[in-house]
């Protein structure tokens, strides 16, 4: 077993860019324990005046929309160009194991076989959005170890992706041509929070369809408010597979980072994701500690128990539990 590394060695491991220290450092913030808990945040303390200059980019889309296909070769292209780039891959967690079960890091074999790149499968650990619970945490380590571009890829099982526009600069919808509404229904939730709208796999026979596809999105983006001020939301076609659009497509993301920093937008986006973590954080902390007070968790057997029975209304039931825990309003 690995011995345990002091905050000094880990924040000289992270700001070296050492991948092993790196991952050991997102690890710990992951990490349930108390003390990883508090080696983590000291941590992420010492390294945030090193944070915040990178591109953060998310990407969501249907299953089958060839996510990690298109990241791989967008990445190897920013690898080119002499960027460096992490890829934070969010995976449903297995119920059985607690565990990612995609295993996106082995399907982008030739990315993680860069130097300049950096692989981070994480378990989604049941969180909505789409997004790990410490996907935020990731993000500032990776940028600290002086990568120039993040990119979180998102279940994209299609939940509200809300949380994931909540973290990133600019958030990529990635969509298939010729896919019927039903499979692309996660669209409607999200076209409004999308900063560009790639349609992949245009390639072969599929280039009329990606082509009217576009014209479609584009249309419909006419009935929506922009995702941000000034930004007319772009629909682009694209074939990761034979690695055509891409370079346009990046093109985009740096016109829309031009545009935030321009307006000051991105300092405001970066504020606001830094209070919308704040509130989560101190929600989450909040559920825990009520549900750690004595007599609070057979309270909520009971009160599931009453509800079933219907001996009790769930708001009675849920009064009941708040006494419990001791927060009815004083004077009641």
């Given at each position: 077993?690995?011995?345990?590394?002091?905050?000094?060695?880990?924040?000289?491991?992270?700001?070296?860019?050492?991948?092993?220290?790196?991952?050991?450092?997102?690890?710990?913030?992951e990490?349930?324990?108390?003390?990883?808990?508090?080696?983590?945040?000291?941590?992420i303390?010492?390294?945030?005046?090193?944070?915040?200059?990178?591109?953060?980019?998310?990407?969501?889309?249907?299953?089958?929309?060839?996510?990690?296909?298109?990241i791989?070769?967008?990445?190897?292209?920013?690898?080119?160009?002499?960027?460096?780039?992490?890829?934070?891959?969010?995976?449903?967690?297995?119920?059985?194991?607690?565990?990612?079960?995609?295993?996106?890091?082995?399907?982008?074999?030739?990315?993680?076989?860069?130097?300049?790149?950096?692989?981070?499968?994480?378990?989604s650990?049941?969180?909505?959005?789409?997004?790990?619970?410490?996907?935020?945490?990731?993000?500032?380590?990776?940028?600290?170890?002086?990568?120039?571009?993040?990119?979180?890829?998102?279940?994209?099982?299609?939940?509200?992706?809300?949380?994931?526009?909540?973290?990133?600069?600019?958030?990529?919808?990635?969509?298939?041509?010729?896919?019927?509404?039903e499979?692309?229904?996660?669209?409607?939730?999200?076209?409004?929070?999308?900063?560009?709208?790639?349609?992949?796999?245009?390639?072969?026979?599929?280039?009329?369809?990606?082509?009217?596809?576009?014209?479609?999105?584009?249309?419909?983006?006419?009935?929506?408010?922009?995702?941000?001020?000034?930004?007319?939301?772009?629909?682009?076609?694209?074939?990761?597979?034979?690695?055509?659009?891409?370079?346009?497509?990046?093109?985009?993301?740096?016109?829309?980072?031009?545009?935030?920093?321009?307006?000051?937008?991105?300092?405001?986006?970066?504020?606001?994701?830094?209070?919308?973590?704040?509130?989560?954080?101190?929600?989450?902390?909040?559920?825990?500690?009520?549900?750690?007070?004595?007599?609070?968790?057979?309270?909520?057997?009971?009160?599931?128990?009453?509800?079933?029975?219907?001996?009790?209304?769930?708001p009675?039931?849920?009064?009941?539990?708040?006494?419990?825990a001791?927060?009815?309003?004083?004077?009641?």
């Amino acid at each position: 077993m690995r011995p345990r590394q002091s905050l000094e060695e880990l924040k000289e491991a992270v700001l070296a860019g050492d991948r092993g220290g790196l991952s050991r450092a997102i690890t710990l913030a992951e990490s349930s324990r108390s003390d990883d808990q508090a080696l983590a945040q000291d941590l992420i303390a010492e390294l945030l005046p090193g944070t915040g200059k990178a591109i953060r980019v998310g990407i969501t889309g249907v299953p089958g929309a060839g996510k990690s296909t298109t990241i791989e070769a967008l990445g190897l292209q920013l690898i080119g160009q002499g960027k460096k780039v992490a890829v934070l891959v969010i995976d449903p967690t297995s119920a059985r194991t607690g565990g990612s079960i995609l295993g996106d890091k082995t399907r982008m074999n030739k990315l993680s076989a860069e130097e300049d790149a950096y692989i981070r499968p994480s378990p989604s650990g049941g969180v909505l959005g789409g997004v790990a619970r410490k996907t935020r945490e990731a993000m500032l380590l990776c940028e600290a170890a002086g990568f120039d571009v993040i990119i979180v890829e998102s279940v994209g099982v299609g939940q509200s992706e809300a949380e994931l526009a909540e973290m990133v600069d600019c958030l990529m919808l990635l969509l298939v041509p010729g896919a019927g509404d039903e499979l692309q229904g996660i669209k409607r939730g999200i076209m409004e929070l999308a900063d560009m709208i790639v349609v992949n796999k245009a390639d072969g026979d599929r280039i009329p369809l990606a082509k009217r596809a576009r014209g479609d999105y584009r249309h419909a983006l006419r009935m929506l408010p922009p995702s941000t001020p000034g930004w007319e939301t772009p629909v682009q076609i694209a074939s990761a597979a034979e690695g055509t659009g891409l370079a346009e497509v990046w093109e985009s993301v740096e016109a829309h980072r031009a545009l935030l920093e321009e307006t000051g937008l991105l300092e405001e986006r970066r504020r606001h994701q830094t209070e919308r973590w704040l509130d989560s954080m101190i929600e989450e902390a909040v559920l825990a500690a009520v549900h750690s007070r004595r007599g609070v968790e057979e309270a909520i057997e009971s009160a599931r128990a009453d509800v079933d029975a219907e001996k009790a209304t769930v708001p009675q039931a849920t009064q009941r539990v708040i006494e419990a825990a001791g927060l009815q309003e004083e004077g009641k």
